[in-house]
């Protein structure tokens, strides 16, 4: 059963559109077995995906932006600009 649902996400995650939706499928598919995998518990396996479909969006969020880099200003704050 999990390697079915295993499965089913990277499928979904192939399937995506934009780069954010792509970085969340393949985060939640990754952190789907890795939960499911160190807890043995579909629990896990979905603590898992969530944490991962999350970070995966934020990293694929980022790369969306060709020719941009995030800077930071001597106050700390961030900004975006051309590399």
């Known amino acids: 059963m999990k390697k079915a ?3 089913v996400l990277v499928a979904l995650s192939v399937a995506s559109c934009t780069q954010t ?3 969340a499928g393949i ?5 789907a ?3 499911g995998a ?3 518990d579909v629990r896990g396996a979905a ?4 944490i991962g479909g999350v970070g995966g969006a934020l990293i694929g969020n980022a790369t ?4 941009q880099c995030y800077y930071r200003d001597r106050y700390g704050r961030r900004y975006i600009d051309r590399c």
């Open 5 to 7: 649902i295993a499965l």
């Open 21 to 23: 939706e792509k970085g």
């Open 27 to 31: 985060g939640a598919a990754s952190g």
């Open 33 to 35: 077995i890795i939960g």
């Open 38 to 40: 160190i807890s043995n």
């Open 47 to 50: 603590v898992g995906a969530a």
């Open 64 to 67: 969306e932006q060709p020719g």
